[in-house]
């Protein structure tokens, strides 16, 4: 190689990871590595969400070939400045890393740079963990000369993603398996969390599920959503209301169910189908109805303006309208609104 290797410790992106002996917080980094080289990244505080990166900034180690002396020379001086703890490295590998000895190198060097600071991720894990939802990560704009990095920057971006949003561990803990699996998990019920919510609006009883997401978007699930027409007050009416109603929360899994209640008297006051529906539902064996008021839901939507997902297309009027009024109380449910309401 001629002359010395390439450290690249330009901002590629305006922004370069703050390091000083001011620093409380921990920094995470994501960090990949081959024969050609090393990268670290430090996502950008704001700039980043769980489905788009939007800057971040590199330390780019390499293209490495034989100076292994300077190498080792200048990753020594990564750590220089830096409070013992404040940094936290999530070294993404895979078996090419393991096999090859130029990589095997750089992360030996890498762990006696950073003594107990780095956490190994299987790079499966973290693949897997981005192909359940679909991810935007901006690329920096790099001479050609530099490009030799770009599969490796993206690497060390998801790893820092990922690290981030689901393997943050505590500053304080070299050994962090485990509180960094319990957060994973504790994100894997919520990214899971849904809830079911039904609404009367003449004729129509609207059954929903809601889904929450990792980053709190919520979404209709559009697989358990159903529709039944009920407008004859007689018992048979009724019998037919809830036979369908069984077989269908049965299908769905649906053990609980939030209703949309109406007011005795007043202006939230409903038809009188909407409190036979209620009735209704309370009748199916093994299933838990919670009532909820128009009322409460109403001021929710005065007060905080809530993105709502739209009901589905291709029916009247009348449909779509008892189907918002479902996924509104469902995603009223979801907010941290009502759970401090219930804590209250």
């Avoid at 600071?117 to 299987?122: E, G, N, S, V």
């Avoid at 690290?163 to 505590?170: G, I, P, S, T």
């Avoid at 009024?325 to 804590?343: D, K, M, N």
Wanted: proline share 6%.
């Amino acid at each position: 190689m001629n002359g010395p290797p390439l450290f690249d410790f330009r901002d590629h992106l305006r922004n370069r990871p703050f390091f000083s002996q001011e620093v409380t917080e921990q920094t995470i980094f994501g960090a990949a590595v081959s024969a050609q080289g090393l990268v670290l990244c430090a996502l950008h505080p704001g700039e980043f969400s769980p489905t788009l990166v939007e800057r971040y900034a590199t330390i780019v180690v390499g293209p490495v070939e034989k100076d292994w002396p300077a190498i080792a020379t200048e990753m020594e001086r990564l750590a220089k400045g830096v409070v013992p703890g404040s940094v936290r490295i999530f070294l993404r590998v895979d078996k090419d890393v393991e096999w090859n000895p130029r990589a095997n190198a750089l992360v030996t060097k890498l762990e006696s740079v950073f003594p107990g600071a780095i956490t190994k991720l299987p790079s499966q894990q973290v693949a897997a963990w981005f192909s359940v939802g679909q991810r935007e990560i901006r690329s920096p704009n790099l001479p050609e000369k530099e490009r030799w990095c770009f599969p490796l920057i993206d690497s060390a971006v998801e790893t820092a993603l990922y690290a981030e949003l689901e393997r943050r561990c505590h500053p304080k803990s070299s050994a962090s398996a485990q509180p960094a699996d319990k957060a994973l998990e504790d994100r894997t019920k919520r990214s899971s969390l849904s809830v079911a919510a039904a609404a009367y609006s003449k004729p129509y009883l609207s059954i929903v599920a809601l889904k929450e997401e990792a980053d709190g978007q919520i979404i209709l699930d559009n697989d358990r959503c159903a529709t039944f027409v009920y407008e004859a007050r007689d018992a048979a009416a009724g019998a037919e209301l809830s036979a369908k109603l069984r077989n269908c929360l049965s299908e769905f899994g649906i053990e609980k169910i939030y209703f949309r209640s109406a007011a005795d008297r007043g202006y939230f006051a409903g038809h009188a189908l909407c409190y036979k529906s209620e009735a209704i539902l309370q009748m199916v064996p093994g299933l838990e109805v919670e009532s909820v008021t128009s009322q409460s839901i109403a001021i929710w939507l005065s007060r905080d303006w809530p993105t709502i997902p739209a009901p589905q297309s291709g029916f009247d009027v009348r449909w779509r309208n008892a189907q918002q009024r479902a996924i509104e109380l469902g995603t009223f449910v979801l907010s941290p609104q009502f759970a401090q309401g219930r804590s209250a």
